[in-house]
């Protein structure tokens, strides 16, 4: 297992365009988050998973922002009408559910442009 | 979720010690301080992590406050692959989310 794996690592779209985004976890981390990040800015979260289940939702994930984890494995976050604003790194975490400390580790984001 | 203060930026000479601060007054008796740090065009990767007593690890050293209101995170020597912005983070057991702040921006000069 190599880690935490998105794609694309690069997307430029249109503004009013759809994209999904892919994140593969390591395979046995039960747990999933996605983050945002603004340049200049440390990641804001967004959202994450226990398996199938999404947990927590931050107020930051407008309507136009969903996101899904089928099967408890690989998650997809998609974004209806992009906006400008919604140029941004977007990161995938993953990690194992404990009692006590568990490490999450990081994918190496997507970079969304919106022109 | 409790917060944390950081300086903005900091410096320092390669192959010396980096001390880099955090105040978190507001620490809860379950919070554990987690340090991340996040390399030019990379995601954040996990550096340590402690509770009460100090923490050693292959990457560095976390130094906890009696009172655990402020902690050190300590590079012993800087090469200038650490040049990053290091992360402080409070989490209370079970790790629901990370919240992250602006971190630090360690500068290494050679």
């Known amino acids: 297992d190599t880690g935490v794996s998105q794609d694309p690592r690069h997307k430029i779209t249109k503004r009013g365009q759809n994209v999904t985004f892919r994140c593969d976890p390591i395979?046995?981390?039960?747990?999933l988050y996605w983050y945002r990040q603004t340049l200049g800015q440390g990641p804001e979260f967004l959202t994450y998973?226990?398996?199938?289940?999404?947990?927590?939702k931050s107020r930051l994930l407008s309507d136009r922002f969903s996101a899904e984890r089928p099967k408890g494995s690989f998650s997809t976050l998609e974004i209806q009408r992009t906006e400008q604003g919604d140029s941004a790194m977007y990161l995938c975490?993953?990690?194992?559910?404990?009692?006590?400390?568990?490490?999450?580790?990081f994918g190496q984001g997507t970079r969304l442009t919106v022109v | 979720d409790a917060k944390t203060t950081q300086p903005n930026s900091m410096e320092s000479n390669e192959e010396e010690p980096v001390h880099l601060p955090c105040n978190h007054s507001?620490?809860?008796?379950?919070?554990?301080i987690h340090w991340y740090r996040q390399l030019p065009s990379q995601g954040p990767e996990y550096v340590i992590h402690?509770?009460?007593s100090n923490v050693n690890n292959r990457m560095a050293s976390l130094a906890i406050a009696e009172d655990r209101k402020s902690s050190t995170l300590i590079l012993h020597r800087a090469t200038l692959r650490d040049a990053a912005v290091y992360y402080c983070?409070?989490?209370?057991?079970?790790?629901?989310?990370?919240?992250f702040g602006a971190g630090t921006i360690l500068r290494v000069k050679s």
């Open positions: 395979s046995e981390h039960n747990r």
């Open positions: 507001t620490i809860s008796g379950t919070d554990y």
């Open positions: 983070i409070l989490n209370s057991l079970g790790l629901d989310k990370l919240v």
């Open positions: 402690g509770l009460t």
């Open positions: 975490a993953s990690s194992i559910r404990s009692t006590s400390h568990t490490e999450a580790f």
């Open positions: 998973f226990q398996n199938e289940a999404q947990l927590e």
